[in-house]
């Protein structure tokens, strides 16, 4: 995005850049937001936790309930961004991406938070596993497992957090880049074979 476009958009929502945890996806229970949000309340951060979705949904009302994350100042349902150079902007200067979709296979928002966000929490299933490998740090739905991991990676050295941002960009590159698909199917159709 342009800085000014991305700098007015961290001015409204009161965020400063790589300070915040960043979560983008559909609202819907199999996303794990309950979960996510109780565990997010535990931890004492000051880095606020960034929601982009769509709040006119009847589960927003339910999760309000459930979690009452309207009386902790830090979680922040921001709306929809349907400008993808923001978006893009938003995801490249969070501290970190939260991704707990349960379900579903090769999650479109999971391969732009690895090709985007430095940082990448994931809920530790085959299939989030399978895109990441080794390039993310993975929680379970295990009561205190994701506020205790929210904790860990606050105090993790910047080499390290570089190395897992580099892994993350790599594997998009080398595994759901068009030139890598393209490759892959060439492969198939002239050997028979994919690598």
């Given at each position: ?38 565990e ?6 000051e880095?606020?936790l ?6 006119k949904?009847?589960?927003y009302?339910?999760?309000?309930d ?13 709306g ?11 995801r ?9 979709h349960?379900?579903?296979g ?12 430095s ?7 085959n ?5 990441a ?17 929210i ?7 910047e ?10 960009k ?6 759901y ?5 393209i ?9 028979g074979?994919?690598?």
């Amino acid at each position: 995005a342009d800085n000014e476009v991305f700098f007015n958009w961290l001015k409204r929502n009161k965020l400063e850049s790589n300070k915040y945890f960043l979560i983008v996806g559909r609202l819907v229970p199999e996303n794990n937001y309950k979960y996510i949000i109780d565990e997010y309340k535990k931890t004492k951060t000051e880095k606020p936790l960034v929601i982009i979705t769509n709040t006119k949904d009847k589960y927003y009302n339910k999760l309000k309930d459930q979690t009452k994350f309207n009386e902790d100042p830090r979680i922040l349902f921001v709306g929809t961004v349907y400008d993808q150079d923001l978006l893009a902007s938003i995801r490249t200067n969070a501290f970190s991406y939260i991704h707990g979709h349960e379900v579903g296979g090769t999650n479109p928002s999971l391969l732009e938070a690895l090709g985007a966000t430095s940082l990448n929490l994931l809920l530790d299933v085959n299939f989030n596993k399978e895109v990441a490998e080794d390039a993310a740090i993975y929680f379970s739905k295990q009561e205190n497992n994701l506020s205790h991991t929210i904790k860990e990676i606050e105090v993790l050295d910047e080499e390290r957090i570089q190395n897992l941002s580099r892994m993350a960009k790599d594997r998009i590159l080398n595994h759901y880049s068009w030139s890598s698909v393209i490759g892959d199917y060439e492969e198939l159709f002239i050997e028979g074979t994919i690598k």
